[in-house]
């Protein structure tokens, strides 16, 4: 998937879980300046509405790439609850992205700046801009009750 598909939804990642994510860089001395954005989801690829109403959920573990990345910011905050609670993972409420007008990098593509939304906790988000991004499931989905798997394979698997 790359942000000049016509299909680009801002709602495609609601209620993601988000587990962690990773920088990779490139070798500046090499001429390589490239920077990627890698979060490891669990991605509901669908909402299953079953015969007794209920909304059961196909989730598979996820890669999103974001591509030449710049501007990143994390804003995320758990509270504080005196050292009681434990963290969880966050939750995409939603993806928002907007067309660079006065682009300074990757000159031969359009340039976006992308906006994760969460709605756990409330009030995070994380901005940042990028080339384009991908989706690339790690594993076939499992149709459950919940919206995050339990056992589920890391980045590496």
């Known amino acids: 998937m790359t942000p000049g598909d016509d299909g680009f939804e801002p709602f495609l990642w609601h ?3 988000l587990h962690g994510l990773h920088l990779e860089v490139g070798d500046p001395e090499a001429g390589d300046w490239r ?3 890698i979060l490891d989801i669990d ?3 669908e909402w299953v509405r079953c015969d007794d109403q ?4 196909r989730v598979a573990p996820a890669t999103l790439a974001f591509r ?5 910011r994390i804003a995320v905050d758990w509270g504080d609850s005196g050292h009681r609670t434990a963290l969880h993972p966050c939750a995409i409420d939603r993806i928002e992205r907007a067309r660079v007008q006065d682009q300074r990098i990757c000159l031969d593509r ?7 939304v969460l709605n756990w906790p409330a009030g995070g988000e994380i901005s940042l801009g990028a080339s384009e991004f991908d989706l690339a499931l790690r594993a076939a989905p499992v149709l ?3 919206q995050a798997l339990r056992a589920r394979p890391g980045l590496s698997g």
């Open 54 to 57: 209920r909304v059961r959920f």
């Open 144 to 146: 459950q009750d919940e």
């Open 68 to 72: 030449h990345v710049t501007d990143l």
């Open 110 to 116: 359009p340039y976006w700046r992308f906006q994760i």
């Open 35 to 37: 920077a990627d954005l």
């Open 15 to 17: 209620d993601d879980s």
């Open 43 to 45: 991605h509901i690829v």
